[in-house]
């Protein structure tokens, strides 16, 4: 009789372990879920628009004591990102500005997967208009987005719009191969101290710190980044990604 009913307390157990699980993940109003959904939207045909502002910060050495941190020119903007899984056809495009000096630039640029190279075309705006088009062997420019995903710790709640938000930390270090950043190759350290979703995946809002992983002899260098959503869609800008490209059409 006692085994029997410590098997029936067990089986009761599972089963609320279970349901509560399922609950977990099926429950559009979580944490779980917002990630969840965060990397179903690579799936999926979506563009955002962000304003963005870019810091860097140097920090000289002098033997083994650190110096004093010097900011350089900030960046700030806004920026689109336009994407569809067909051909992992990616658009950006946005203008950015030197804070302290006015100046300011726009660009667009497009990255497409052909066989097996990431091709990408980038027009910018200075000094006239300057294009550039190349291909390099395919590397996913997804998957360090996927790698904070999975590194993600929830750290509370926040709003947008008027609308929940699930905040989550991650530190990740990831090491460019000689195609990604124009033969730089020293690991990088990616300190995302916020990132807030909204319920169905998308990206409302993050502050990241990205640093080289080894000091330097001469010294250190820094960048912080800071994206607040202003808008988004489940569309693609086709028509943006075909007049870059000179009529591609993702397939």
């Not at 667009?108 to 550039?132: D, R, S």
């Not at 995946?201 to 912080?224: C, D, E, H, K, W």
Request: net charge neutral.
């Amino acid at each position: 009789m006692k085994s029997s009913l410590i098997i029936a307390i067990l089986v009761a157990v599972l089963v609320i372990a279970g349901a509560a699980g399922y609950l977990v993940l099926t429950n559009q109003n979580s944490p779980t879920a917002a990630l969840i959904n965060a990397k179903r939207l690579l799936g999926r045909n979506f563009t955002a628009t962000y304003r963005v502002t870019i810091a860097p910060t140097a920090i000289a050495m002098n033997g083994e004591i650190p110096g004093i941190p010097i900011k350089l020119t900030w960046v700030s903007g806004y920026i689109t990102i336009s994407r569809t899984p067909l051909m992992d056809a990616t658009v950006i495009n946005g203008t950015l500005s030197l804070t302290h000096y006015g100046l300011g630039s726009s660009f667009n640029a497009a990255f497409w997967k052909f066989n097996n190279e990431l091709c990408f075309a980038v027009e910018f705006g200075f000094m006239g208009v300057q294009a550039i088009t190349h291909c390099v062997p395919y590397v996913n420019i997804t998957s360090n987005y996927v790698a904070i995903l999975n590194e993600s710790r929830y750290i509370g709640a926040g709003v947008w719009d008027g609308r929940t938000t699930y905040c989550f930390s991650a530190l990740i270090t990831t090491t460019p191969t000689n195609n990604q950043y124009g033969g730089f190759e020293e690991p990088i350290v990616v300190n995302v101290t916020k990132m807030c979703l909204l319920s169905n995946g998308v990206l409302a809002n993050a502050t990241i710190y990205a640093y080289p992983a080894q000091q330097q002899p001469l010294g250190s260098f820094m960048i912080n980044v800071n994206l607040t959503l202003i808008n988004y869609s489940f569309t693609f800008n086709q028509e943006e990604f075909t007049q870059i490209t000179r009529g591609l059409i993702p397939g």
